[in-house]
Structures are given as C-alpha cells and as structure tokens.
C-alpha cells in the first residue's frame, strides 16, 4: 500500500537541497537516507534520498541526481509516496494512517448518522476529515479529541461531538441569535 508522506517545497541554497512539509509522524524511518520514494506525478520520480537534515526547524532532503537549484526548484509540490505493509499499524493507539480512516462512517455520540470519510486534508494546522452526508454535500470535521471522541476501527466509525455551527450553519445563526437574546455580551 502506498501512503504520501512528505511533499515538496522550494529550493534551499544552491546544492540541490529542498524543504520538505512531513506528513508522516514517522520521519526518521520514511526520510531517512537511502529510502526510495515514489512521486506524484510518476514521472518526477522514483527519488531516492542522498541526505537529510533539520535546518531551523524545517527537514532539508537532498536526492540522488539533484544537485542544483534549478533540478531541485522542478521538484516542488511533487508529493512523496512510501510503500507501507497495509497490516503495519502506527506505535501510538490514538494514531492512525489515513487507510485505516477513509470510508468510516461519521455519527454522533446517540448514534445519529453524518455522512461517510471521503477524504483527510493535512493542513499545517491540523487535520481535517471530508465528510460526505447522505444528501451529497460535504461537511468539513477538524480531527481533534474534543470533537472526534472516538475511532472504532471494528466497527468502522468515527464517533464526533461538534460543537455548534459545524454540521449546521442554520444551527450556528441560532445559537448565537440565542446567546445575543440571552445577553451575553462579550
């Protein structure tokens, strides 16, 4: 199984170095020196990583055969694809590979249905389940304890608290046409 686990970003230096955005919590065994990576598109790639290094707070790759700024500047936003056994699972129990999240159903805490995980966006924020409702339209979770209170993976569910507005904008402009009646002035 392939899971993307870094994508490209610009040039550093001269020397054919890159910035890389992680999208793995697992970059010492993914990035390492010697690994060998897919790309998307396929044709930018398979790359293979000459060397790496953290350089104020950020991951700097260097592949094999990219040794300027302009081979290195024509990989941006190539994504970086690691081949994964599909029954290796994350070291920490509250973690989870986006496979093992994609297709869950999405219900609340009584049960009630949401909708369906169709896609996980990494945002340098946090992360996002798309989740697709019965009637087509797509609602946006932050993947948070607060609000996903529970991944069942038997079951095949993710179990969330939103907190008002999320699911509903209808229910938001009541909440706080309430909360205005109510007197709360902040």
Same mark, same amino acid.
């Given at each position: 199984?392939?899971?993307?686990?870094?994508? !490209?970003?610009? +040039?550093?230096? !001269?020397? *054919?170095?890159?910035?890389?955005?992680?999208?793995?919590?697992?970059?010492?065994?993914?990035?390492?020196?010697? +690994?060998?990576?897919?790309?998307? /598109? %396929? *044709?930018?790639?398979?790359?293979?990583?000459? $060397?790496?290094?953290?350089?104020?707070?950020?991951?700097?790759?260097?592949?094999?055969?990219?040794?300027?700024?302009?081979?290195?500047?024509?990989?941006?936003?190539?994504?970086? !694809?690691?081949?994964?056994?599909?029954?290796?699972? %994350?070291?920490? /129990?509250?973690?989870?590979?986006?496979?093992?999240?994609?297709?869950?159903?999405?219900?609340?805490?009584?049960?009630?249905?949401? *909708?369906? #995980?169709?896609?996980?966006?990494?945002? /340098? $924020?946090?992360?996002?389940? #798309?989740?697709?409702?019965?009637?087509?339209?797509?609602?946006?979770? %932050?993947?948070?304890?607060?609000?996903?209170?529970? #991944?069942?993976?038997?079951?095949?569910?993710?179990? !969330?608290?939103?907190?008002?507005?999320?699911?509903?904008?209808?229910?938001?402009?009541?909440?706080? $046409?309430?909360? +205005?009646?109510?007197?709360?002035? +902040?």
């Amino acid at each position: 199984m392939q899971l993307v686990v870094a994508r !490209i970003g610009r +040039a550093h230096g !001269i020397k *054919g170095e890159v910035t890389v955005e992680v999208r793995t919590d697992e970059p010492e065994l993914r990035l390492g020196p010697g +690994a060998v990576l897919a790309t998307d /598109p %396929p *044709g930018r790639g398979p790359l293979r990583i000459e $060397s790496g290094k953290v350089h104020s707070g950020r991951l700097l790759l260097r592949f094999e055969g990219v040794h300027d700024r302009n081979a290195a500047e024509a990989l941006r936003n190539v994504l970086l !694809i690691a081949e994964v056994d599909p029954d290796e699972l %994350p070291d920490e /129990p509250d973690e989870f590979y986006d496979h093992q999240l994609m297709d869950l159903d999405v219900v609340l805490a009584d049960g009630t249905p949401v *909708g369906r #995980i169709t896609e996980i966006s990494h945002l /340098p $924020s946090q992360d996002l389940f #798309i989740v697709e409702r019965p009637d087509g339209s797509e609602v946006l979770v %932050p993947f948070v304890e607060e609000i996903v209170t529970e #991944i069942d993976l038997e079951e095949q569910r993710a179990v !969330i608290t939103p907190p008002p507005g999320l699911l509903d904008d209808a229910e938001a402009v009541v909440a706080s $046409s309430r909360d +205005a009646a109510d007197g709360d002035d +902040a």
